[in-house]
Each structure stands twice: as structure tokens, then as C-alpha cells.
């Protein structure tokens, strides 16, 4: 829980136009095709290899 005081801040701060701008725009970030692999290759060290199950899903739905 915030106390009284954080609540405070964070509404002087919403209040702030700078601030305000800030939050609104998202940020214009465009990783280049290598940054996203050299991205997925460090989660990968991060969650390790998962086992491959090789037993078939038993579906009725199975559309194309």
C-alpha cells in the first residue's frame, strides 16, 4: 500500500506537464534484427532449453 504521503507525490507528479508528456508518448525504439536475436538468445541462457514432447495432441477441432 502506498502511504499518504507517495499517494502526494504521484499526484503532484500526474499533475507536472513535463511528466504528463512523457507518459504519453511511447518511445520510438526500433531494435535492429540482430539486437532482437542477440534479445532472444540472452532469455534463452535465462530459461534454459525446454523438452520437446513428442507425443501427439489428441484434438477434435483441428481446422486449417
Do not use: C, W
Amino acid at each position: 500500500m502506498l502511504s499518504n504521503q507517495e499517494k502526494q507525490e504521484m499526484i503532484a507528479d500526474s499533475k507536472n506537464k513535463q511528466r504528463q508528456n512523457d507518459f504519453a508518448k511511447p518511445p520510438v525504439i526500433k531494435p535492429s534484427l540482430d539486437d532482437y536475436i542477440k534479445f532472444l538468445m540472452s532469455t534463452q541462457k535465462i530459461l534454459g532449453s525446454f523438452p520437446v514432447n513428442r507425443q501427439p495432441t489428441i484434438t477434435t477441432h483441428n481446422k486449417l
